[in-house]
């Protein structure tokens, strides 16, 4: 299995509240992606990186923000939740000799 | 229309069935395609490539049909095991967003004894 981390695995917050997701590799690659999975909406990428500092927008960015300052951290910030932020998030890593994509274990977030 | 498109099922079959599953995408420019698995309340995991030619690893086949933008994936022999949502995702090419997939919302099977 690829080296890759989450953290925390689940987590309860109230409306307002900011919230950190780390994602940690131990697999030098180039990129990562955030995602959130949500019933009949299947896996929807939020955020990813193509190097270090390097970020780009996915398809439901909005309320969210990334950054990455070393190669195995990209980090997911929620800086206010909400209650429709409520999901599983996860985190994937893509080798730069491929483009297909190694996931994470997901962390629960439950916005209250 | 989404990008990419499964039939949601769900398919359940008896243990030793064949199953196939389609997923249509929309942009012909698409480069790359994969088929995962997903377990309930688990992380997706690579099921296998797809390449133009076709690929076979055991009981599971993969073929793409570019003139039709779809990849199919067939499994042989259904074990109770293989139940789980099959994930298809498209990647649109080499370039800064190289590895940037879009996924469909999965298939569900399930294998019945």
């Known amino acids: 299995d690829a080296g890759i981390t989450q953290s925390p695995r689940h987590k309860v917050t109230e409306t307002g509240t900011p919230v950190t997701l780390r994602c940690h590799q131990t697999?030098?690659?180039?990129?990562m992606y955030w995602y959130r999975q949500d019933p009949g909406h299947g896996l929807r990428l939020i955020h990813y990186?193509?190097?270090?500092?390097?970020?780009d927008k996915g398809e439901v960015s909005d309320g969210y923000s990334v950054s990455r300052s070393k190669t195995e951290d990209f980090l997911l910030t929620l800086e206010s939740a909400t209650s429709s932020q409520t999901s599983v998030y996860f985190c994937?890593?893509?080798?730069?000799?491929?483009?297909?994509?190694?996931f994470g274990p997901g962390t629960r977030l439950t916005v209250t | 229309r989404k990008e990419v498109e499964q039939d949601p099922g769900p398919f359940n079959v008896p243990e030793g069935a064949t199953v196939a599953f389609n997923c249509t995408y929309s942009?012909?420019?698409?480069?790359?395609f994969f088929w995962y698995r997903q377990d309930c309340r688990k992380e997706p995991k690579l099921l296998m490539s797809?390449?133009?030619s076709g690929n076979e690893d055991g009981r599971f086949t993969a073929q793409l049909n570019r003139a039709s933008q779809y990849i199919s994936l067939l499994i042989r022999d259904s074990k109770l095991s293989d139940s789980a949502t099959y994930l298809c995702?498209?990647?649109?090419?080499?370039?800064?967003?190289?590895?940037?997939?879009?996924f469909g919302d999965g298939t569900t099977l399930t294998v019945k004894p």
């Open positions: 990186s193509y190097g270090v500092k390097d970020t």
């Open positions: 942009n012909s420019a698409s480069q790359s």
């Open positions: 697999e030098n690659h180039r990129y």
């Open positions: 797809v390449y133009s």
């Open positions: 994937a890593i893509s080798p730069p000799e491929g483009s297909e994509q190694y």
């Open positions: 995702a498209v990647n649109g090419g080499y370039n800064t967003n190289a590895g940037k997939s879009t």
